[in-house]
């Protein structure tokens, strides 16, 4: 403290001695009895100095605006410490840091390049008049946020439902606010009793520490991803960090869309599984026997990564010219690290199912279609077996003959019908007239028949 107060007191002295040296007239002798003139009235300055705020590393410029000077002089003094930078255009400091330059003789600058902290505080304009008087304006230098890299968390790895904590610390001055958001914009439930969000500043030298704490009591796997610690003043830019938490699975997640599907025999099939774990899960097939299906032959497993973080794959596993014995059930089975303990798998059941009929069938019956009170040709001529084997034909399906119009069917007897010819104003109508024909020409049998026994 003592040789602070001679410090200053040597300072004081300096200025003082500093001010007193000069021979100006308006400042010399009266009378030659050593009392020096007063100022006029009118010297004075037309306005203060005004407040600068700079960023650390730029440069600053303060300005003093006086009046009817005459020749009085200027001087610049870092008031905090009490140190003379200049007199007029004389530079006192060995800061090199510091110069002055005056536009007339009303308006002088003091200019600081490459601003420091220390340069921080306030500076006085005075004019050595008797009394002095000055004006002082007050230099803020300011600091972007930085994050401090060591100790901010790195990339952290932890079990599932175990607590953890995520750091970040960033200095700059004002002090700097800390956020934390996820990357992915998905939203942090800080205050529902298991993720508490806190920060605490501290003054470090000439600048602010502040250190941010996101701190889970229990972290769930959904809580699994890329975090920012975003740092933030006054002072632009802001600046960030990203810091990854993974979270150990319990056991994985296995899905598929149907734990029962429908088959045909002949058919290639598809089994779809989605897998979902940290690390990354093995998964692979088995068969109801347990036994590992690999590619080969009839089988195919194929495995995609749909997500990295946490990894995500899909795994298919695809049967060709499906078989009976491969109608049976089939197991995804995923496994974390190898570990009985964290494995898990859903079975998928194939059953068969008939596959519908793609033949044709015709309904219509073209050859005849009579009315019930009716005689049926086939009942009524029943004992005589040729005309039996000729009613029997008639019976028989008709069979479509390729080429033709759909409609078109042919018979061995009587030709071809076609159900879609304008000519036919009525199906019902054409089949009544061949069942007639068709009657006459039975009863001329029968009646043959009965004439060649007779003579027989």
Same mark, same amino acid.
């Given at each position: 403290?003592?040789?602070?107060?001679?410090?200053?007191?040597?300072?004081?002295?300096?200025?003082?001695?500093?001010?007193?040296?000069?021979?100006?007239? /308006?400042?010399?002798?009266?009378?030659?009895?050593?009392?020096?003139?007063?100022?006029?009235?009118?010297?004075?300055?037309? +306005?203060?100095?005004?407040?600068?705020?700079?960023?650390?590393?730029?440069?600053?410029?303060?300005?003093?605006?006086?009046?009817?000077?005459?020749?009085?002089?200027?001087?610049?003094?870092?008031?905090?410490?009490?140190?003379?930078?200049?007199?007029?255009?004389?530079?006192?400091?060995?800061?090199?840091?510091?110069?002055?330059?005056?536009?007339?003789?009303?308006?002088?600058?003091?200019?600081?390049?490459?601003?420091?902290?220390?340069?921080?505080?306030?500076?006085?304009?005075?004019?050595?008049?008797?009394?002095?008087?000055?004006?002082?304006? =007050?230099? +803020?230098?300011?600091?972007?946020?930085?994050?401090?890299?060591?100790?901010?968390?790195?990339?952290?790895?932890?079990? #599932?439902?175990?607590?953890?904590?995520?750091?970040?610390?960033?200095? /700059?001055?004002?002090?700097?606010?800390?956020?934390?958001?996820? #990357?992915?914009?998905?939203?942090?439930?800080?205050?529902? /009793?298991?993720?508490?969000?806190?920060?605490?500043?501290?003054?470090?030298?000439?600048?602010?520490?502040?250190?941010?704490?996101?701190?889970?009591?229990?972290?769930?796997?959904?809580?699994?991803?890329?975090?920012?610690?975003?740092?933030?003043?006054?002072?632009?830019?802001?600046?960030?960090?990203?810091?990854?938490?993974?979270?150990?699975?319990?056991?994985?997640?296995?899905?598929?869309?149907?734990?029962?599907?429908?088959? =045909?025999?002949?058919?290639?099939?598809?089994?779809?599984?989605?897998?979902?774990?940290?690390?990354?899960?093995?998964?692979?097939?088995?068969?109801?026997?347990?036994?590992?299906?690999?590619?080969?032959?009839?089988?195919?497993?194929?495995?995609?990564?749909?997500? #990295?973080?946490?990894?995500?794959?899909?795994?298919?596993?695809?049967?060709?010219?499906?078989?009976?014995?491969?109608?049976?059930?089939?197991?995804?089975?995923?496994?974390?690290?190898?570990?009985?303990?964290?494995?898990?798998?859903?079975?998928?059941?194939?059953?068969?199912?008939?596959?519908?009929?793609? #033949?044709?069938?015709?309904?219509?019956?073209?050859? =005849?279609?009579?009315?019930?009170?009716?005689?049926?040709?086939?009942?009524?001529?029943?004992?005589?077996?040729?005309?039996?084997?000729?009613? +029997?034909?008639? +019976?028989?399906?008709?069979?479509?003959?390729?080429?033709?119009?759909?409609?078109?069917?042919?018979?061995?007897?009587?030709?071809?019908?076609?159900?879609?010819?304008?000519?036919?104003?009525?199906?019902?109508?054409?089949?009544?007239?061949?069942?007639?024909?068709?009657?006459?020409?039975?009863?001329?049998?029968?009646?043959?028949?009965?004439?060649?026994?007779?003579?027989?």
């Amino acid at each position: 403290m003592d040789s602070f107060r001679r410090s200053a007191s040597a300072s004081l002295l300096a200025i003082f001695v500093a001010l007193s040296l000069h021979t100006a007239s /308006g400042a010399g002798r009266a009378g030659g009895h050593g009392v020096w003139k007063r100022a006029s009235m009118d010297v004075g300055f037309t +306005e203060g100095v005004d407040n600068q705020t700079v960023v650390v590393g730029r440069n600053a410029t303060l300005r003093c605006s006086v009046q009817n000077l005459g020749d009085y002089k200027i001087a610049w003094v870092k008031a905090d410490s009490q140190t003379l930078l200049s007199i007029a255009k004389t530079m006192i400091t060995r800061n090199y840091r510091a110069r002055v330059s005056n536009s007339d003789n009303s308006t002088w600058f003091l200019h600081i390049n490459n601003v420091r902290l220390a340069d921080r505080g306030y500076y006085m304009c005075q004019i050595n008049t008797v009394p002095m008087v000055f004006r002082q304006g =007050y230099l +803020e230098v300011v600091v972007p946020p930085n994050i401090l890299d060591e100790e901010t968390s790195a990339d952290v790895e932890v079990n #599932e439902d175990s607590p953890v904590q995520l750091r970040c610390a960033a200095d /700059g001055y004002p002090a700097p606010e800390i956020i934390f958001k996820r #990357e992915d914009s998905k939203h942090i439930p800080i205050g529902n /009793g298991n993720v508490k969000a806190s920060s605490e500043t501290e003054s470090v030298e000439e600048v602010k520490r502040t250190t941010g704490i996101l701190s889970f009591k229990a972290v769930k796997r959904t809580d699994m991803g890329h975090y920012l610690c975003i740092a933030s003043n006054t002072v632009p830019p802001s600046v960030s960090k990203r810091v990854v938490l993974n979270v150990r699975y319990r056991e994985p997640e296995v899905e598929v869309n149907l734990q029962m599907i429908g088959v =045909y025999r002949g058919d290639d099939v598809a089994i779809n599984c989605t897998v979902t774990a940290y690390p990354r899960p093995v998964v692979l097939w088995q068969d109801s026997f347990g036994k590992m299906i690999i590619s080969g032959g009839r089988y195919e497993v194929v495995e995609k990564l749909l997500r #990295e973080s946490p990894p995500v794959i899909q795994t298919s596993l695809i049967i060709k010219s499906l078989q009976p014995e491969d109608i049976t059930s089939y197991r995804c089975n995923a496994s974390i690290d190898n570990d009985k303990m964290k494995e898990k798998s859903v079975t998928v059941q194939l059953n068969e199912i008939m596959r519908p009929s793609t #033949e044709s069938s015709f309904n219509q019956d073209i050859h =005849y279609k009579a009315p019930r009170q009716r005689m049926n040709p086939k009942k009524s001529l029943a004992k005589h077996s040729r005309v039996n084997d000729i009613a +029997e034909r008639y +019976e028989k399906p008709t069979s479509f003959v390729p080429g033709n119009n759909q409609g078109t069917y042919h018979h061995p007897s009587i030709g071809h019908v076609n159900s879609d010819d304008p000519a036919n104003t009525s199906g019902i109508g054409q089949s009544r007239c061949c069942s007639s024909r068709l009657i006459f020409v039975l009863v001329g049998w029968v009646m043959l028949c009965q004439v060649l026994r007779g003579r027989a």
